[in-house]
């Protein structure tokens, strides 16, 4: 990933700040009485994420961290943490750092793969002493340490250029995915790019992973989307929620391209069909490409990466969050940027999106819990689930509607959720909804961040609106408060209409319909915070709505570092 002006901090004893073009190295511990920390979210010391890969029972988690900022532009190195559980991780000293003039600019994201007999590679970006990206390899020191503290680098780097004669942009040439192994046990991986304006998936193909080829043609590209960076590219299987290795090919499976666009800093996707021969990604029919397409998560939610977990035979996505607050303030706190809880992900049943849901490792931290059930929403109503520890917590709740009729019909100008939720926020009174609950809330209700939906009546099916507003989240009013939306297919039959949401202090991560819709928030209140914190469900809609149940918990503290 390239820079991010307002993406600073650490927490460890020495830390770097961008501000503006500035830079100041600061020698300081986090200040105490800390807010917004999360307890159950991991937090790196800095905020870019690189590979995750498990390796003899241990998750890595490499993420990029500017550990003192000597040079203005804020040099990167990968910093490396592992958890035997994806929930509790332990601190390592950085895995890899410049040295040599490929990468003495700096070492920017990349991606693990498992060669045959099961050793590690990493591929990664380095910035060069021409300041031009380039793609460099490097291997475990040590294969008999589970903990992978050591790398060395191969004495071929820079194994792919950009050259006179590729015409690759050296400024716009970064993110190697996880390689894949083809038809012909030719290993391939993928580099984002782009010509102008147009995002490339650029394509390699190497017989011993250290020399390779640049394809003629991209695997994939689309006009008008700008830079693609981290892109990820994966089978995902037709039926069940399974994962499977990144080389396995065959009916049995679509494929997901992955991209997160620099222009507009969002994760979009696309399904499709990958024919290994030709090489060539196509979507499917119907996607969209550009930033209105189909998102991870419609908050914030960037540089995700997945990786197939051999041990409990899942896809996980992991992504990194940066903060909605001013730098000013992330000076003050010391620290900046979080990552989201890992989420599995699969094909929906439809097979026309992925469903997404928390792994259900972080459930063991679950304690307190608090049900409640048929509960009767009136018009207006409020009402407070009291016995967890609302800033640490989890919440599913299942909505019952029993009657149609008062959903308001959809218009045809309607078509960019985000900007629908922020007209029609919580406070705005609707016919069936807004509905949904009111997370990290003073007990005045004076902050409170809404997530809720409203159920419209579509050409010949039902859609809801999923928000999370975030406009009375904190009387602080120098955060970033945008409203977040997405519309998601209601099955009228069904009658149920789930979420759930998992606050810890300054992030609210919602999963609407089961994991079919995901939005992220961070809020930064300053009346509800720690015990002030409460949760509540509501109805603002005309239309009563029931609770058919939810369950609520305390979330305990994890091990984060
Ligand atoms: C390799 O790692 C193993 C396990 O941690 C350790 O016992 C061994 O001493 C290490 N070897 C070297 C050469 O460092
Ligand atoms: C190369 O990348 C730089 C930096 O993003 C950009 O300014 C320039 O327009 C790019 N050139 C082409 C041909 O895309
Ligand atoms: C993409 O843009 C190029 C150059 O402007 C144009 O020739 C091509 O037809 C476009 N492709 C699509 C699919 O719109
Ligand atoms: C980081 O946060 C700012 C402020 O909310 C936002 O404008 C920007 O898009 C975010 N960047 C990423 C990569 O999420
Ligand atoms: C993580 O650590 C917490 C606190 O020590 C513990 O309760 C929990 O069981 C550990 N593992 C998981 C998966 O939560
Ligand atoms: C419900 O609507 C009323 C009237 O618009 C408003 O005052 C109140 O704040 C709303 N409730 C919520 C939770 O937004």
Request: with cysteine.
């Amino acid at each position: 990933m390239l820079n991010m002006a307002n993406s600073n901090g650490a927490f460890f004893l020495f830390f770097a700040l961008f501000v503006g073009h500035g830079i100041t190295t600061l020698q300081s511990s986090v200040p105490a009485n800390q807010p917004y920390r999360t307890g159950f979210h991991f937090q790196p010391p800095k905020n870019w994420i690189n590979g995750v890969m498990v390796y003899k029972g241990v998750y890595h988690l490499f993420y990029q961290y500017n550990p003192n900022g000597v040079k203005p532009d804020g040099i990167k190195i990968w910093g490396h943490s592992t958890s035997k559980d994806l929930v509790n991780w332990t601190l390592h000293e950085p895995a890899i750092y410049p040295s040599h003039s490929y990468d003495i600019n700096g070492c920017w994201s990349g991606s693990a793969t498992f060669l045959p007999g099961g050793k590690p590679a990493v591929l990664y970006t380095g910035i060069d002493h021409r300041q031009r990206q380039v793609q460099n390899l490097a291997f475990p020191k040590n294969l008999s340490d589970p903990y992978l503290r050591e790398w060395i680098k191969s004495d071929k780097n820079a194994l792919m250029q950009p050259t006179a004669k590729n015409h690759i942009n050296a400024s716009s040439f970064r993110d190697p995915t996880t390689s894949w192994l083809g038809p012909d046990k030719k290993w391939r991986v993928i580099i984002g790019s782009k010509v102008h304006s147009r995002g490339l998936a650029i394509l390699y193909k190497s017989k011993d992973f250290v020399n390779w080829i640049e394809s003629k043609t991209p695997l994939h590209s689309a006009n008008n989307t700008g830079m693609w960076e981290c892109p990820d590219f994966y089978p995902v299987r037709v039926k069940g929620q399974s994962g499977v290795d990144t080389s396995f090919s065959g009916p049995f499976v679509k494929h997901v391209l992955k991209v997160s666009l620099d222009d507009t800093k969002h994760d979009l996707y696309t399904i499709g069909s990958y024919d290994n021969v030709k090489d060539v990604y196509t979507p499917d029919e119907g996607y969209v490409e550009g930033d209105s397409g189909l998102r991870y998560d419609y908050g914030k939610y960037y540089a995700s990466k997945t990786f197939f977990d051999i041990v409990e035979k899942r896809r996980i996505l992991t992504a990194w969050i940066n903060e909605s607050s001013r730098p000013v303030d992330d000076i003050k706190k010391g620290w900046s940027g979080i990552h989201a809880i890992p989420r599995k992900v699969w094909l929906a049943e439809n097979g026309k999106q992925l469903v997404q849901w928390p792994i259900a490792e972080i459930q063991k931290l679950r304690a307190n819990q608090v049900s409640l059930t048929n509960i009767l929403l009136e018009e207006g109503s409020v009402i407070e689930v009291s016995g967890v520890t609302a800033a640490q917590a989890d919440v599913e709740v299942s909505f019952e509607i029993k009657d149609f009729k008062k959903a308001e019909v959809v218009k045809p100008s309607w078509t960019n959720p985000q900007l629908l939720c922020s007209q029609k926020g919580a406070s705005v009174k609707g016919g069936l909804g807004p509905f949904g609950l009111l997370v990290l809330a003073s007990d005045d209700l004076k902050e409170h961040t809404a997530v809720f939906f409203r159920i419209f009546k579509g050409h010949n099916k039902y859609v809801a609106l999923m928000c999370s507003d975030q406009s009375r989240s904190s009387l602080n009013q120098h955060n970033d408060k945008t409203t977040y939306g997405a519309f998601l297919d209601v099955d009228i039959q069904q009658q149920k209409l789930s979420l759930r949401s998992l606050m810890d202090h300054s992030i609210v991560e919602s999963f609407g319909g089961g994991g079919k819709v995901c939005i992220t928030s961070r809020v930064y209140p300053t009346l509800a915070i720690n015990k002030a914190a409460h949760l509540y469900a509501f109805n603002n809609g005309t239309q009563s709505i029931k609770i058919a149940e939810l369950n609520a918990w305390s979330m305990n503290t994890a091990k984060i570092n």
